[in-house]
DNA sequence: GGGGCTAACTCTGCATACAATGGCCGGCAT
DNA sequence: ATGCCGGCCATTGTATGCAGAGTTAGCCCC
């Protein structure tokens, strides 16, 4: 996905801009996750472009990029609306949750270089960082970037494209539920890392289904 | 626009027809799981619009849906190509089916209703028609019809939203791999219906995984 | 007072027009 | 020849304009 880093951008020489859609792609992620945008709220083009300071072009190629990853829910010439997610539907993500992300840590296991396991582990120390600030925002940001990254860790390019977006409609669906359970679902962060690292895929894949199903218990006593 | 319309439309309430995002991105899917849009080869949206008669807008529109599904690959800037598909990627998208497709009959054994059941039954007379008949295209098409539809019965819209698009990129595998395997997949099919129709989770998880496998060992084989 | 008709407005869908970037080709110097 | 430089062309990126679907509100008629 081209919203995210671009860390190794071997693009031209420094002008390369972003194409206007991208921009305009990750800020409606970034509102609709902040919540700044509400389930169900519509979506005008004509403002959201005057918004950001575009024309309604990159507005509707955005907006079927978003569409496709299930953030907005598009009637055709009726309109489009943030997505909103009922508690079934929050069960279906959970479902398939349980279904991947063992598979990306199993993955992960296997195939993880030193580097990575790198970036993973600082995420952790960033996570620590935020814990001890107390800055909530903050740690459901660096949790979904450790989800991904481990998606990352998997090398299976199929399996990430479908997975970065799911980890950020649960981030959103934390947002919107209630507070997140910060203080265990870092221990378990842990104990996966040290699995994927040990290079034990079936102990990676039990961590990461374990997690999983706390997180899901934890919603749905708090829902 | 030429006037078109008529073939389909009632045109008695309003809507009734497709926006041409929509159209083409069909078309352009058809292309592509057909072959005559051949992996690597470039898509000129210019020249895709005045193929489609339609203008350039609707055309970027659903290059962004296809984009998102996997199927073309866009550099910004740069032109964007109809995806190809290594070995190592053919092995990524089976890894991610065996994590899906299980999860798929699972849910389906747990929640089909009577007509749906049909609807898949049906989609198995077809098949045996089309075997007799020898038709391999037809097949191929149908295969994709009987998962996507397994996937519909599981009632789970977001694994529905992801699974469907990847049947369809397993289908253009195939085609591009080498022949289908017609004869051994479809009894597996009846007995994968049959333990969905029993309401056997764990027996219908079991048949697809072992059904995936044998797809994968099958494309192995010929690979 | 209520049900529908219609007119006006809003917004989406599509097309056309314009800008800017990247690749290509030929010329020039080395 | 080889390699760099500069302009041209093909193609993508972005903006604007226009038509028609959808919606809403007021009006008429019952």
Redesign the pocket.
């Known amino acids: 996905m081209a919203g995210m880093s671009d860390s190794s951008s071997p ?2 020489l420094g ?9 305009v792609a990750t800020e409606l992620r970034r509102l609709i996750l902040s919540g700044e945008l509400a389930p169900g709220e ?6 959201l ?1 005057q918004q950001m ?6 507005v ?2 955005a ?1 079927r990029v978003l569409s496709a990853e299930g953030f907005i829910e ?1 009637t ?5 609306f943030v997505a909103s997610m009922s508690a079934v539907e929050a069960m279906n993500l959970f479902e398939v949750r349980l279904a991947l992300e063992p598979l990306g840590a199993r993955l992960a296991a296997r195939s993880a270089t030193p580097e990575q396991l790198g970036q993973l582990a600082e995420i952790l120390d960033r996570a620590r960082v935020a814990t001890d600030a107390g800055n909530l925002d903050s740690l459901a940001e660096l949790n979904t970037e450790f989800h991904s990254q481990v998606f990352q860790l998997s090398a299976n390019s199929y399996l990430i494209g479908m997975a970065v977006p799911m980890v950020k409609r649960a981030q959103w669906l934390f947002r919107h539920s209630a507070a997140n359970r910060a203080p265990h679902s870092w221990t378990e962060h842990q104990d996966l890392i040290e699995a994927i690292q040990a290079g034990d895929e079936e102990l990676a894949e039990s961590e990461a289904r374990h997690h999983v199903l706390a997180a899901r218990a934890s919603f749905l006593r708090l829902g």
Chains 1, 2 share one sequence.
């Not at 002008?15 to 921009?23: G, I, N, S």
């Not at 519509?42 to 403002?47: A, H, P, Y």
């Open positions: 693009d031209t002008a390369a801009h972003l194409p206007l859609r991208d921009v519509r979506l005008i083009e004509d403002r472009a300071g575009v024309s309604r072009n990159p509707r190629e907006i598009v055709a010439r009726r309109g489009t």
